[in-house]
């Protein structure tokens, strides 16, 4: 299985910072991540997917980039409602495996 | 608009089973591939398995193979996970989420809102 490791396991910000949050997969993965935002008590919601494009509906301060094992998840100016905990999902293999999550709390 | 309701959740013992289900509205639900993930309480998510838009194809994580059966009734627009021999280690929400494929990217784009399984004596 190819094991998915994000970093770090929570930051604290503040409204309007820039945020990066990255994920390495244990072996390349061609481009084949995803990225959830989870709040509390609530479903995953997919915000971007092939490493880079944006899911329909989703904030362009959302952006993604990376190749082969590194990958990141950028948040250009965080807003209150970006709060949560985001997952790296890689596609590449079956089982497709989750990162560990990144919480983003307020500072 | 797409929606997922996941039912059938709740407290079992340990070695017991239980049935979860997923009603699927707003889209052609025999046209998806879906999916099982769970998630233990304060913990990431697992994915526990695959079902093909026909049911030609499953797949399942190690740590649910030969327990748990995934299944559909695309007549019914429902997915179901059948899991026995049930142990502590499976609590969790178990979310069913519809496969989606474009850009050559297999991704999850719609989850239910989740049921919650307890294993305890």
């Known amino acids: 299985d190819i094991q998915m490791t994000q970093s770090p396991s929570s930051l604290s910000a503040s409204v309007g910072d820039r945020v990066t949050i990255t994920c390495r997969a244990s072996q390349g993965i061609s481009n084949s991540l995803a990225w959830y935002q989870q709040k509390p008590g609530k479903a995953p919601k997919l915000l971007l997917y092939a490493a880079s494009r944006l899911e329909s509906g989703v904030p362009s301060r959302f952006s993604g980039s990376g190749s082969g094992t590194d990958y990141t998840l950028t948040i250009s100016s965080l807003q209150p409602e970006d709060f949560a905990t985001y997952y790296c999902q890689q596609y590449y293999s079956t089982p497709q495996t989750f990162g560990q999550g990144t919480k983003v709390e307020i500072k | 608009q797409v929606q997922l309701v996941e039912s059938g959740g709740g407290l079992v013992k340990p070695g017991g089973s239980l049935r979860l289900s997923c009603a699927a509205s707003?889209?052609?639900?025999?046209?998806?591939?879906m999916s099982w993930i769970r998630q233990a309480p304060g913990k990431g998510l697992e994915w526990v398995s695959y079902i093909s838009s026909s049911s030609s194809y499953t797949n399942y994580a190690d740590s649910v193979k030969g327990r748990f059966t995934i299944s559909r009734d695309n007549a019914k627009n429902s997915l179901y996970l059948q899991m026995n021999s049930l142990r502590a280690e499976d609590t969790a929400v178990y979310y069913c989420a519809r496969d989606s494929y474009y850009d050559s990217s297999d991704v999850l784009d719609y989850w239910g809102q989740g049921t919650l399984v307890t294993v305890s004596s």
């Open positions: 707003g889209f052609t639900f025999s046209d998806y591939y």
